[in-house]
Every structure is written in structure tokens, then in C-alpha cells.
């Protein structure tokens, strides 16, 4: 998945704002489920709601306004209730690792009460893309 840098990204010298990588995190990570044909309007209306518990981030170099970071998303660990989600974020050009980090998500029915992931769904996240990357 690709994010442009804009100014509304940036801290007044033009680098990326740390708290922004959550939210590039966040977006890569429903990218993930729809490239699998899952989304998480689905998911909410079968009553499985994505709730983070953990998230970590290291910071390896800056971002600046007007690049383009690439965020390459894997599920290195997956129980019967929680996901984890990891991320590698990259300056397109330079290919220079920016950010590292993950994030585990908790199932649960909406209501806060752990639910566990459906076999279909556990299969869907497990498989490759669906847009053929």
C-alpha cells in the first residue's frame, strides 16, 4: 500500500508527524482485508469487531512532505481471538526502512466479550492477495 506524503502529515520542519504512522498502520491494515475480499464494515455486521490491545512502533528515519512510503503488511501471528498485524514502512525511492512496528487486535462481538474467528475468515486472512500482488 502507498501513502503521499502531505503537508498535513508533517511537524513545522517538514518531517512526519510520529503519531502518524498509527494511522498509516491502520489504513494499511483494512487494505490487507480487502485485498483478501474482507472488509470491516463486513466483519462489524457478522458481529466481529477489531479492537487493538498492543501496538509498537520503532522509528528508523524521517518521512518528508511530498514522498511516498510504501507499507508492506504481514500476519506473523494469528490465535483463535487475536491477530497480530506487522509493518515495514518504506520511502518508495530510496527503499530506506522509515518505521517498523505492529499491532495486535483483539476479536471481539462489539460489546468488549472476546469472540473467536470463523474458519472462513482465519482462511481469508491466511491467503494471498486478491489483486494479485
Do not use: W
Request: glycine share 8%.
Amino acid at each position: 500500500m502507498e501513502v503521499r506524503i502531505y503537508y498535513e502529515d508533517t511537524d513545522c520542519g517538514g518531517v512526519v508527524y510520529y503519531a502518524n504512522y498509527l494511522k498509516y498502520f491502520e489504513r494499511a491494515r483494512t487494505q490487507y482485508l480487502e485485498d483478501r475480499g474482507l472488509s470491516v464494515a463486513g466483519l462489524m455486521n457478522a458481529g466481529r469487531v477489531f479492537v487493538v490491545v498492543h501496538a509498537e512502533v520503532e522509528y528508523r528515519a524521517p518521512a518528508y512532505y511530498g514522498e511516498t512510503l510504501e507499507i508492506e503488511t504481514t500476519i506473523p501471528e494469528m490465535s483463535p481471538a487475536s491477530i497480530t498485524f506487522s509493518h515495514v514502512v518504506r520511502e518508495r525511492g530510496s527503499r530506506r526502512v522509515v518505521v517498523e512496528g505492529s499491532a495486535r487486535l483483539a476479536v471481539t462481538d462489539g460489546n468488549g466479550k472476546v469472540k473467536r474467528l470463523d474458519k472462513a475468515t482465519v482462511a481469508a486472512l491466511q491467503s494471498q492477495s486478491t489483486r494479485g500482488e
